[in-house]
């Protein structure tokens, strides 16, 4: 199991655009993740860190 930030680090990098071509319909919390990905898009440059 991944710890917390290593999770959502490998979720908003990786994962989020193969959840969102299947519509996001088997994950948990989807609206978290669109959430966070709107936090982000506001950005110009992110830099995540465990």
Same mark, same amino acid.
Request: overall charge negative.
């Given at each position: 199991?991944?710890?917390?930030?290593?999770?959502?680090?490998?979720?908003?990098?990786?994962?989020?655009?193969?959840?969102?071509?299947?519509?996001?319909?088997? $994950? @948990?919390?989807? #609206?978290?993740?669109?959430?966070? +990905?709107?936090? $982000? @898009?506001?950005? #110009?440059?992110?830099?995540?860190? +465990?």
């Amino acid at each position: 199991m991944l710890g917390d930030s290593k999770y959502v680090i490998e979720g908003i990098t990786g994962w989020l655009p193969g959840w969102k071509t299947k519509g996001g319909k088997s $994950v @948990a919390n989807m #609206e978290l993740w669109q959430a966070l +990905e709107m936090t $982000v @898009a506001r950005h #110009e440059s992110v830099t995540w860190s +465990e």
